[in-house]
């Protein structure tokens, strides 16, 4: 058992350091998108820009998560599930935001359309959050019976 838990640590700091990089690295493209914007297409570009910051934050928020199972060995826990939830909701302030900002060049069909990846991962992690909701309940119970 304490192998097991070893790995799912090691693994967990591994992924949290990836999700730092990658939140660091979306914050420069959005950097650089948006110094671009006073040349191009106003609304799009900053549209993309935006989407380039929520990614960072959501990847942030995911190096925490992997940070905690990291500390604790546990991914089953309140703070995760809430965390995950949190990410949901970033991607559907992400697919608002598109909506809103590309709406008035694409029309607001096509630019919810265009958002449709965001609803996608949107719905996914809220189904990892009942995922992981369960897991914690089964934990709950297999540790109460130890």
Same mark, same amino acid.
Request: proline share 1%.
């Given at each position: 058992? $304490?192998? $097991? ?37 106003? $609304? ?35 703070? $995760? ?66």
């Amino acid at each position: 058992m $304490n192998k $097991n838990i070893s790995i799912i640590k090691r693994s967990s700091l591994v992924i949290a350091i990836l999700s730092l990089l990658g939140a660091a690295m979306y914050v420069v493209a959005g950097i650089s998108v948006e110094r671009m914007s006073a040349t191009l297409l106003r $609304n799009y570009i900053s549209a993309v820009g935006i989407g380039y910051f929520i990614n960072a934050a959501a990847l942030a928020v995911a190096a925490l998560i992997f940070f905690r199972i990291f500390r604790s060995g546990r991914p089953f826990t309140r703070g $995760n599930i809430w965390a995950v939830r949190g990410i949901a909701g970033f991607f559907i302030v992400k697919c608002l935001i598109q909506a809103v900002l590309e709406g008035k060049d694409l029309g607001i069909f096509k630019a919810v359309i265009a958002g449709g990846d965001s609803i996608f991962f949107a719905v996914l992690f809220l189904v990892i959050a009942e995922i992981l909701r369960y897991g914690r309940l089964l934990q709950t119970e297999s540790d109460e019976t130890l």
